[in-house]
């Protein structure tokens, strides 16, 4: 069974840095890669990065492309978003999630489409002025 637990959102300050965490466990076969997306109230959902689990490549929305780092540990089955000069419409609830190649929940990060195949309940980030 997929398990996804994101941690690491804050109340911060317009300006400052968060790095988010997301432990994951018992991927399915066809999960390639992880990625975070968030989704503000009243908002679409919006992809942020993804990277591959194998090779490391990283995926980017051009929204957030200059101030977001995705990485991973292999060793501690995690990911990070390091996401810097957080402004207040960085607001949102952040989600961890497992993907994969095909499958009817799509998330879209830059020129790439991936499938959800599963996430987790999220971390929120909430960014005053």
């Known amino acids: 069974q997929v398990k996804v637990v994101e941690s690491g959102g804050d109340l911060v300050q317009a300006g400052e840095s968060l790095r988010l965490s997301c432990r994951f466990s018992?991927?399915?076969?066809?999960?390639?890669?992880m990625g975070w997306f968030r989704q503000a109230p009243g908002k679409e959902r919006e992809g942020l990065a993804g990277?591959?689990?194998?090779?490391?490549?990283?995926y980017y929305s051009d929204s957030v492309n200059d101030r977001v780092t995705i990485s991973r540990d292999h060793a501690e089955n995690s990911i990070y978003l390091q996401i810097n000069s957080l402004k207040p419409e960085d607001t949102a609830m952040y989600y961890c999630a497992a993907l994969s190649h095909t499958g009817e929940n799509i998330l879209e990060i830059g020129d790439t489409v991936f499938a959800l195949d599963a996430w987790g309940r999220g971390t929120l980030v909430l960014v005053s002025s």
């Open positions: 018992g991927l399915g076969h066809y999960t390639y890669a």
């Open positions: 990277i591959d689990l194998g090779t490391g490549t990283t």
